[in-house]
């Protein structure tokens, strides 16, 4: 089994998993900018940004400035949301262990001869991915405050 | 090396020129837009890789360039409903007369085909 197809069991599973991660969201105690949001408004990017990562991984790419843009946007629109910085950092942390967890379970159950090397290579990419968005999230949440004085998205 | 009120009217300049070609998706004047979206990718990415390899902060925040899927991010720019169509229009646009997404086609050196009133320039 090839990151192309670690990429396939995310991908296949994709609405699952974001429905899942948003129940996951709800229910968690500590992240309280979810609140005033719809459904939508949480899931917002979510899938594209999976969509993201898949083709990352099926090309056997480094995550960079030239293929995160969609992480890029989730950041900044939790941060036009108005969303707590530690709460992004929650809901990624999340979104990270959800995706680990599905991954290790899809490999577990189907038994699939997944090379070490080639598991080590998509979590490596994975927390990379999702550590980035974080750096840049960091980056627009602690040095552009009063940059934007546009209403809050909801 | 560049200052950091230099950058931040780079960046503001990169915001402004973005709000531009946006309000043309939201209009649907699609004609060679994603020529001039491709020329703004190249400076959204001197912009991030600036702040990334720099001591530059981002005291002015870019745009994301990419806008799949961004109904929240749209209408806080002040797009309404139609627009927001039009702009994804956009998206189906380029696939439909370039052959390939959009993100895949700002980051592509391959030459872009001219696309007049939602189809391929026809070139004979």
Partial sequence: MTQADIAHLIETHRDELVQCWVQTVRADQSIQSD????????????????DEVCAILRAGEQPGIYNMHEARVHAYTRFRQGYRARDLVREVALLRLLLINHINSAL??????????E?????????LYLDEELRYAVAIFTEGIGALPQPALV | MISQGDFDKFVTSYNTDYYYLLTRAASGSYDCLISSFRVLNDL???????????????KVVPYPLTFRASDAFLAGLGFNTNQIANIYGFLEHVKR???????????????LKCAVAGFPHDTS
């Fill in chain 1, 35 to 50: 609140a005033d949001l719809s459904e939508g408004g949480l899931i917002d990017h979510v899938p594209v940004l999976l």
């Fill in chain 1, 108 to 117: 577990t159950a189907e038994l699939a001869g997944v090379a070490l090397q």
């Fill in chain 1, 119 to 127: 598991y080590f290579a998509v979590m490596h990419s994975l927390n």
């Fill in chain 2, 44 to 58: 959204y990415e001197v912009v991030i890789k600036l702040h990334d390899a720099t001591h530059l902060d981002f």
């Fill in chain 2, 97 to 111: 007369t370039q052959g390939q997404e959009f993100e895949q086609c700002i980051e592509t050196t391959e030459p």
